[in-house]
């Protein structure tokens, strides 16, 4: 156990340093007061107090991103101004930074390190994935991909994913995918960098259809998307369904972190997402599927740590 909570530690040390969540959680002690010190300096008389501010709370970045949020509703409007802006600054910065690859920890079982497709198979089981591989990468092309091994669960899922920066303009367009956990529930994949929610005339623009989303049940708390053609990451949380004597007696939970940012908490499943999974009996160990939906997604580094916990 000891060993498992140091490994964890470490990849939450590693997600520090990409920004993100994480980043903001451990800002909530000494970091936290001083990122607070700056946004109150946002309202100070003095000009070059402010500016002085301002550029700090820019160079600290995305940790700094959860104060700035709070700021927007401050009373006063000079403060409200600045970290209106100093959010846009950051978060165009973010979008447009490749998510740093995280090795897998002890333990771990690796899906996929950029050389071949060996832990993968075809949609049904047995047929040899269509997918193909370069310079470390896989590619989506074809049909669906599921991992030759099933898993029972409870695990931590790590996938980092690129979405083409010039998405095929397809009904299925905008880098649409999706990473199926327990082979029937989809956690979305799509360029929704920018996107406002319900926009006309834009294809999955609903909250609970956009990047993130648990598909079609739970849109994500935030939007966390960085622009196509720059790498993401999931870091997902996953317990399967429990069934006794064929009884379901408790829901999937998932808890997923999409960049670094917390989109997830320990959120229930009651049905699979649609009818794109798997089937099958959920009682049962299942694989993980990365789903082809008419756009070349790309993948690189996706690992499995089985958790302690039964």
């Given at each position: 156990?000891?060993?498992?909570?140091?490994?964890?530690?470490?990849?939450?040390?590693?997600?520090?340093?990409?920004?993100?969540?994480?980043?903001?959680?451990?800002?909530?002690?000494?970091?936290?007061?001083?990122?607070?010190?700056?946004?109150?300096?946002?309202?100070?008389?003095?000009?070059?107090?402010?500016?002085?501010?301002?550029?700090?709370?820019?160079?600290?970045?995305?940790?700094?991103?959860?104060?700035?949020?709070?700021?927007?509703?401050?009373?006063?409007?000079?403060?409200?101004?600045?970290a209106s802006r100093l959010i846009g600054r950051i978060s165009a910065?973010?979008?447009?930074?490749?998510?740093?690859?995280?090795?897998?920890?002890?333990?771990?079982?690796?899906?996929?390190?950029?050389?071949?497709?060996?832990?993968?198979?075809?949609?049904?089981?047995?047929?040899?994935?269509?997918?193909?591989?370069?310079?470390?990468?896989?590619?989506?092309?074809?049909?669906?991909?599921?991992?030759?091994?099933?898993?029972?669960?409870?695990?931590?899922?790590?996938?980092?994913?690129?979405?083409?920066?010039?998405?095929?303009?397809?009904?299925?367009?905008?880098?649409?995918?999706?990473?199926?956990?327990?082979?029937?529930?989809?956690?979305?994949i799509l360029d929704s960098y920018g996107v406002q929610p319900n926009?006309?005339?834009?294809?999955?623009?609903?909250?609970?259809?956009?990047?993130?989303?648990?598909?079609?049940?739970?849109?994500?708390?935030?939007?966390?998307?960085?622009?196509?053609?720059?790498?993401?990451?999931?870091?997902?949380?996953?317990?399967?369904?429990?069934?006794?004597?064929?009884?379901?007696?408790?829901?999937?939970?998932?808890?997923?972190?999409?960049?670094?940012?917390?989109?997830?908490?320990?959120?229930?499943?009651?049905?699979?997402?649609?009818?794109?999974?798997?089937?099958?009996?959920?009682?049962?160990?299942?694989?993980?599927?990365?789903?082809?939906?008419?756009?070349?997604?790309?993948?690189?580094?996706?690992?499995?740590?089985?958790?302690?916990?039964?």
């Amino acid at each position: 156990m000891r060993n498992r909570l140091s490994t964890w530690l470490a990849l939450a040390l590693t997600l520090m340093s990409q920004g993100g969540i994480l980043g903001e959680d451990s800002s909530k002690g000494k970091g936290r007061k001083e990122i607070d010190r700056l946004v109150q300096r946002l309202g100070d008389e003095d000009f070059d107090t402010r500016e002085g501010a301002s550029r700090k709370l820019e160079e600290i970045g995305q940790p700094a991103l959860a104060a700035l949020r709070e700021a927007v509703a401050s009373d006063d409007l000079e403060v409200r101004r600045r970290a209106s802006r100093l959010i846009g600054r950051i978060s165009a910065r973010i979008a447009r930074t490749d998510v740093k690859m995280v090795s897998p920890p002890k333990g771990a079982v690796v899906l996929f390190s950029g050389k071949d497709l060996n832990a993968w198979v075809g949609r049904d089981g047995a047929a040899k994935p269509t997918w193909k591989v370069e310079d470390g990468v896989m590619e989506a092309a074809d049909a669906d991909v599921r991992t030759r091994k099933s898993f029972a669960g409870p695990y931590k899922l790590h996938v980092e994913f690129r979405i083409p920066a010039e998405p095929p303009d397809t009904p299925c367009g905008r880098g649409n995918s999706g990473v199926y956990l327990h082979g029937n529930y989809e956690i979305q994949i799509l360029d929704s960098y920018g996107v406002q929610p319900n926009a006309p005339k834009v294809i999955h623009s609903k909250p609970s259809e956009s990047c993130g989303a648990i598909f079609s049940q739970t849109a994500p708390r935030v939007n966390a998307s960085k622009a196509p053609g720059f790498w993401q990451s999931y870091d997902v949380e996953f317990t399967p369904p429990h069934y006794d004597n064929g009884k379901k007696m408790a829901d999937a939970v998932v808890t997923v972190l999409h960049n670094g940012e917390l989109i997830h908490d320990k959120v229930k499943i009651a049905e699979p997402t649609g009818s794109l999974g798997l089937g099958g009996d959920l009682s049962e160990p299942a694989p993980v599927m990365l789903q082809y939906h008419g756009c070349p997604v790309q993948f690189r580094n996706v690992w499995l740590l089985p958790s302690a916990k039964k």
